[in-house]
């Protein structure tokens, strides 16, 4: 037997958790009220939708009747039902009158996934996402991290990516990129940056040069289009572009704090000297003018908030160059 005290002391009241899941996930607080057996979540605000979310313990004869008494009461575009039994197996299925109900992910995270939802309701969504320029990557996650001295790291979810590895130039420009788009909270409509702001050329050469180092890698679950794409140009042509993914699906591992600029190591021979040959002079300065971009483009990320590590005072001086060595 436990004193009642000791079952005080580790209650968590539920409109805590549920607080905590709207914030997790994007949603608003709920404008609506339902009765048992369900609860109130929040309210799902994404892809030109307003989708009433709520939670119930298990599915129970006649379900698919009782939610959509539920959604033609609320009214709305539709309901999203979560369920922590549903039955031993994902769950994601589409009932009738645009009702969807899916499972709770057994996470830390408190990432209820809830794009699967979307993804249900518009089948379309998946293809047309390649060619939309404010379309969201929903279920991509994106993780940015460094091995000092040997290479720079991506990871799309949770699987480390081919590109990116061996240039500082654009690792750091996606880093930025990222950096952005975290902190900006609004999904559908937030994180986009000036393109000037990559320390880029006119011509956008290495903004293409991002999207192409995407191209040139095998990835297991997005194609070579879909990576491709995750780099988006406003629609409204005002020079501004963004990662299209969810702010909240972006990690910046503590090992960034410790990053090395990888591209040094190309002047140094195998025994760590520079290299005495006729380009070598030219190929030197042009990596240092790299490298002041370089440091001017971490500094920027870093000034974020997001991206650990210390910022460097005198990160400010890049300044673009054509033919500079990534």
């Not at 993914?245 to 704090?257: K, M, N, T, Y």
Request: proline fraction near 6%.
């Amino acid at each position: 037997w436990y004193p009642a005290s000791a079952l005080e002391a580790y209650r968590c009241p539920a409109d805590r958790i549920f607080a905590a899941l709207r914030a997790r996930n994007g949603l608003l607080a709920p404008e609506f009220a339902v009765d048992a057996p369900f609860v109130a979540v929040g309210l799902l605000a994404r892809r030109g939708r307003r989708l009433p979310v709520v939670w119930t313990l298990r599915a129970r004869a006649p379900f698919s009747d009782i939610c959509l008494g539920l959604r033609n009461r609320l009214g709305k575009d539709g309901l999203v039902v979560l369920l922590s039994h549903p039955g031993g197996t994902p769950l994601c299925v589409r009932l009738a009158g645009d009702v969807v109900a899916l499972d709770i992910p057994t996470t830390d995270e408190g990432d209820l996934a809830l794009w699967r939802a979307l993804d249900a309701l518009d089948p379309g969504y998946r293809e047309r996402r390649i060619t939309d320029r404010e379309a969201i990557f929903d279920e991509v996650t994106l993780e940015f991290a460094h091995v000092p001295g040997e290479r720079h790291v991506l990871r799309i979810n949770g699987h480390e990516f081919g590109g990116f590895q061996r240039s500082d130039l654009k690792f750091l420009r996606l880093l930025y990129l990222a950096a952005a788009r975290a902190v900006d909270p609004d999904i559908d409509g937030g994180g986009w940056l000036e393109k000037h702001r990559l320390q880029g050329d006119e011509k956008d050469h290495d903004l293409e040069d991002l999207r192409k180092e995407f191209e040139r890698y095998h990835h297991r679950d997005l194609g070579d289009r879909e990576l491709k794409a995750l780099i988006k140009s406003s629609p409204r042509r005002d020079g501004r572009i963004r990662l299209a993914v969810q702010p909240g699906h972006i990690r910046f591992d503590e090992s960034l704090a410790r990053l090395t600029f990888i591209g040094e190591r190309q002047t140094r021979s195998k025994k760590g000297t520079r290299r005495r040959t006729p380009g070598a002079k030219a190929l030197a300065e042009n990596l240092e003018r790299g490298r002041q971009v370089a440091k001017k483009l971490l500094r920027d990320a870093r000034k974020l908030g997001v991206v650990p590590g210390p910022i460097d005072p005198q990160g400010d001086r890049g300044t673009s160059a054509p033919g500079m060595p990534e």
